[in-house]
């Protein structure tokens, strides 16, 4: 079964403070993607990466960076928190062509 | 942006009772994904439809893709409490990237 873990499950930072939140897979999948989910909007996709070192701005890209250094570990970053990131975000993985995407647990993100 | 609607956003009903929703795209859809969110939880890839008209079926669970390959919808029979969540359809546009629909939530009247 893939596994997708995002390293906190919740999460309280600061407004101006710089936010990492990590995600592993263990599938070996080349695509992994960063969502946020927020109330009557969905899943809104931040930015994925289709191979090592590689990222494409989503939707909403503003205010967040990512990073792949490895296969397996796919990192969003915000840079200077606002308050307005505040929001369930969610990682996912999958492999190459229109395949399921595997979501891991999320993590509530609260900026006070 | 491309984007699929889903309708309706909320659905109450009685445990028992049928349930479907549906999604539309203006543009013909080359394939199309249906997930489903519990309470709490994370959503959890169900089916994947990519024949024009197919129907697949899991257990009480219908997936439906239109003739024209522009709309899909998801029905339920017989609603139990287990069906609770939020279910999602979502598509690509012609790359790897998946565009969800808002979803639909369903509670259930024991």
């Known amino acids: 079964d893939v596994k997708v873990t995002q390293s906190s499950r919740y999460l309280v930072k600061r407004t101006g403070e710089k936010v990492f939140l990590e995600c592993v897979q263990d599938?070996?999948?080349?695509?992994m993607f960063w969502y946020r989910q927020d109330p009557g909007l969905g899943l809104r996709l931040i930015y994925f990466?289709?191979?090592?070192?590689?990222?494409e701005k989503g939707d909403i890209p503003e205010g967040y960076s990512v990073s792949r250094e490895k296969k397996e570990r796919f990192s969003l970053i915000l840079e200077s928190a606002s308050t307005n990131q505040t929001s369930m975000y969610l990682c996912?993985?999958?492999?190459?062509?229109?395949?399921?995407?595997?979501f891991g647990d999320g993590t509530r993100l609260s900026i006070l | 942006g491309q984007q699929v609607m889903q309708i309706p956003q909320y659905q109450h009903v009685q445990e028992g009772e049928d349930f479907t929703t549906y999604c539309n795209s203006s543009?013909?859809?080359?394939?199309i994904q249906w997930y489903k969110q519990r309470p709490g939880g994370h959503p959890v890839f169900l089916i994947q439809?990519?024949?024009?008209?197919e129907v697949k079926k899991q257990k009480r669970l219908t997936f439906q893709f239109g003739e024209a390959k522009k709309n899909s919808s998801l029905h339920i029979t017989a609603t139990q409490t287990t069906d609770v969540g939020t279910y999602f359809c979502?598509?690509?546009?012609?790359?790897?990237?998946?565009?969800f629909g808002t979803g639909t939530r369903l509670t259930i009247i024991p």
């Open positions: 439809l990519v024949k024009s008209g």
């Open positions: 979502a598509t690509n546009f012609g790359n790897e990237k998946l565009t």
């Open positions: 599938m070996d999948h080349e695509n």
């Open positions: 990466s289709y191979d090592v070192k590689m990222k």
């Open positions: 543009t013909t859809l080359s394939n």
């Open positions: 996912a993985s999958s492999g190459t062509g229109f395949q399921p995407q595997h």
